[in-house]
């Protein structure tokens, strides 16, 4: 009976007004008793008042959450209606600021001068088509560096494109390592990796890739890997680039050495960090330093070779280096988890000493294993101890007595009395 009245109710509104085709079509095929209840709980209307084949509409498509790409195209709407717009006055006053015939260097002190990024722009457009006047590095730099800086990435490789499309354009090194910067900052990587190879084939030798190039790379397909088989990927890339710099006679410095060590450690190839880190100060003339210690340190530990971090750790210490929070933690779980109790608290005390921060999850494996050796009694006592002298609050305290219970019940209760 409910269906028979919701129907009825249903062509009486459809009746009044004439409604797009398609959109009938799609709404007939919800259930009718759905589509009447919905609307009753939605609109709260008496079914039997006449409503305008709009008023129906609206109500229905403003309740109907939208779909994945309707969501995103509204997205992209509303992001660009809430667009900046141009200060014109701003604009025009930078333009009076400006000698009849202005040459590169004085639109460059105006554009230097201008904070917002849109006039910047604009100013730049405008000068491109004043009659004799040509763009050149300097100004191109500076375009650039503004619209990097403010995330316009769109906005900034229409400029690029503009310069590398124009014939027997100059460009110097600095303007195109500021471009694969931010490229690289954008995750543009293709685009830096064009950029890069404009710069190789340049005839301008002052253009060609140097040390720095090749180091804005390194850190930005290292900053891509999410897990060790994409590190493993972009790994080789880094290390196909590192051949090509040494083979085109640039030195490496410690930043680039210390680029191969993270990219071989985060990839899993922690014999290959290890290589490059002997080679260092022998074949490349430059000695490690804090960070190619703790990127080997922590390869080391999670591979579980204790020994060989350990090692690592007394060098680096000798060297006058303090090893990282990480390497500290990296090298205390390490410990912990290979059974070496004693040299596992002897480290945690030092870290503590070296004021380094102890991570929650080290506290929980120390404290973990010496429970599982059988030392219920030893971990309570180190965890009064850390509370004692307030290195760990009043919450850690309860949160690791509760793991410990939960694992070792009894044993710990028993400690507890």
Not at 326 to 350: C, D, I, M, Q, R
Request: glycine letters at 4%.
């Amino acid at each position: 009976m409910m269906i028979i009245a919701g129907r009825n109710w249903l062509r009486q509104i459809f009746s009044h007004g004439t409604f797009n085709k398609h959109l009938c079509c799609t709404n007939s095929s919800h259930n009718s008793k759905t589509l009447s209840n919905y609307y009753l709980s939605q609109t709260q209307i008496n079914p039997h008042l006449k409503l305008s084949s709009n008023a129906i509409l609206c109500s229905c498509y403003s309740a109907i959450a939208l779909s994945r790409s309707s969501s995103r195209g509204v997205g992209k709407r509303s992001k660009a209606d809430s667009k900046p717009a141009l200060d014109d006055t701003q604009f025009r006053c930078a333009v009076s600021e400006l000698p009849p015939r202005f040459n590169n260097e004085e639109l460059c002190n105006v554009m230097t001068l201008q904070e917002d990024p849109l006039v910047c722009l604009e100013l730049f457009n405008w000068a491109s088509k004043q009659p004799r006047f040509r763009h050149d590095a300097s100004t191109y730099h500076i375009m650039t560096r503004k619209l990097g800086a403010a995330k316009m990435y769109q906005e900034m490789d229409d400029v690029v494109n503009q310069m590398l499309a124009t014939p027997c354009f100059c460009g110097t090194e600095a303007l195109y390592n500021t471009i694969i910067y931010f490229f690289a900052e954008a995750r543009k990587l293709s685009r830096a990796v064009y950029v890069f190879k404009y710069m190789k084939n340049s005839r301008n030798l002052e253009c060609r890739p140097s040390i720095r190039s090749y180091n804005i790379l390194f850190t930005a397909f290292l900053s891509r890997g999410k897990n060790t088989y994409i590190n493993h990927v972009y790994m080789e890339t880094i290390r196909c680039l590192f051949k090509q710099m040494v083979n085109d006679g640039i030195e490496p410095d410690i930043f680039s050495l210390n680029s191969m060590i993270k990219g071989y450690i985060l990839s899993n190839h922690v014999n290959d960090a290890l290589r490059i880190f002997h080679q260092m100060g022998v074949v490349y003339n430059c000695l490690p330093n804090s960070f190619s210690y703790d990127y080997l340190i922590h390869g080391l530990c999670a591979q579980g070779r204790t020994k060989n971090a350990r090692e690592l750790c007394d060098e680096m210490k000798r060297k006058g280096f303090v090893p990282s929070s990480k390497s500290y933690n990296s090298l205390v779980n390490a410990l912990a988890l290979n059974g070496e109790v004693e040299e596992t608290v002897k480290n945690l005390w030092e870290m503590i000493e070296k004021q380094s921060p102890v991570d929650f999850i080290t506290y929980r494996t120390v404290l973990d294993e010496i429970c599982r050796r059988g030392r219920a009694g030893e971990a309570m006592k180190l965890l009064k101890e850390l509370q004692n002298k307030n290195l760990i609050d009043g919450y850690t305290y309860t949160k690791l007595l509760d793991v410990l219970e939960d694992d070792f019940g009894n044993s710990i209760r028993h400690h507890l009395r």
